[in-house]
C-alpha cells in the first residue's frame, strides 16, 4: 500500500499521530551529538595515584611486567627504545639494584649489558655468583634518562612502586646498592658512598649494602679494590644469613 493512502487511512482512523522510536524519528546528526553528551558519563573513571601503587603493589610478575613496558607516567617514556625491567632469577637471594638504563640497555631491554655490565658479571664471578643464577638485577628507574643523566626525583616517584614490587616479589636476603643513586634512594640519604660502605644497612626489614657502581669503576680503577673488598663482606653477611643468623643494620661491619 502506498504511504500516502496508508496514513489516510490511519487519519480517519483516529490513529493518528502514530508513535515513532526516538531513535528513528531524530535525525542522524542530533542522535550523534545526544550520544556524545552522554559519553562522559559512560566512559571509565581515571586512575588516581594511590589505584595506580595499590595496583602495581598487588600485582603478579606477568601483570607488572607488561605495566612496566607500556608504562607512560613519567617524561622518560617519550625518548625510549623500551623499557628495561629487569633481569635474573626471580626467588633470587642476592638483588643488586643500580641506576638506570644506559645507551645499550635501552637497545637491547636488559640491565647491565654494556661495558659496565661485563665488569659487574666479573664481580659476580668473582665470588661465585652469575647473572641469573640466585642472583636478580634491576634499577632504579626502568627507562633510560636522556644523556645517561642521574634520574630526576619525579621519575624516581613514579618508577618506585616497580621496584618495591619487584622487591616483594623476589624477596631476597641481601640487597646490593650499586652507586650513590641506588644507595641514597633505597635509604633515603644524601651520604656518600665512602661513609656508606663496611657495614649493613636495612631496606624495609632486608639487609642491604652499598658499593661502587661499576660505570664509576670503570672510571676510578683505584677503587675497583674497594669493591672487591664490598663483595667478600656481602658474601660473609649472605653466609651468616644462609645460616639463619639475624644481622641487624649497623652492627655487621667489617674493619
Known amino acids: 500500500m502506498p504511504n500516502q493512502r496508508r496514513e489516510l487511512i490511519l487519519e480517519q482512523l483516529g490513529l493518528l499521530p502514530r508513535w515513532v522510536p526516538r531513535h528513528r524519528a531524530r535525525p542522524a546528526t542530533q542522535r550523534v551529538n545526544a550520544a556524545a553528551q552522554l559519553a562522559p558519563q559512560t566512559q571509565a573513571r581515571a586512575e588516581t595515584g594511590d589505584e595506580r601503587v595499590a595496583r602495581i603493589l598487588r600485582s603478579g610478575w606477568v601483570e607488572l611486567k607488561e605495566m612496566v613496558r607500556t608504562c607512560t607516567d613519567c617524561p622518560l617514556h617519550k625518548a625510549r627504545r623500551q623499557s628495561v625491567f629487569g633481569v635474573g632469577d626471580e626467588s633470587a ?16 631491554g636488559e640491565p647491565f649489558v654494556g661495558q659496565a655490565g661485563r665488569l659487574l658479571d666479573n664481580m659476580l664471578a668473582a665470588i661465585g655468583l652469575q647473572r641469573g643464577r640466585n642472583v636478580y638485577i634491576a634499577n632504579i628507574v626502568k627507562c633510560r634518562p636522556p644523556g645517561n643523566r642521574v634520574p630526576e626525583p619525579l621519575e624516581v616517584a613514579r618508577c618506585e612502586p616497580y621496584l618495591l614490587r619487584q622487591i616483594k616479589l623476589i624477596a631476597p636476603k ?24 663496611g657495614r649493613l644497612h ?54
Not at 661502587?212 to 672487591?228: E, T
Open 202 to 255: 636495612e631496606f624495609q626489614g632486608t639487609p642491604l649494602l652499598v658499593t661502587y657502581h661499576p660505570a664509576y669503576l670503570l672510571r676510578n680503577l683505584a677503587d675497583k679494590a674497594k669493591a672487591w673488598e664490598d663483595l667478600c663482606f656481602g658474601r660473609d653477611a649472605m653466609a651468616k644469613l644462609k645460616a639463619g643468623e639475624r644481622l641487624n643494620a649497623g652492627q655487621f661491619a667489617f674493619n
Open 174 to 197: 641481601l640487597i646490593v646498592a650499586l652507586g650513590k643513586t641506588a644507595a641514597s634512594n633505597l635509604l633515603h640519604t644524601d651520604a656518600s658512598i665512602g661513609s656508606l660502605r
Open 93 to 108: 637471594d642476592w638483588l643488586f639494584i643500580g641506576e638506570g638504563p644506559g645507551a645499550e640497555e635501552d637497545a637491547r
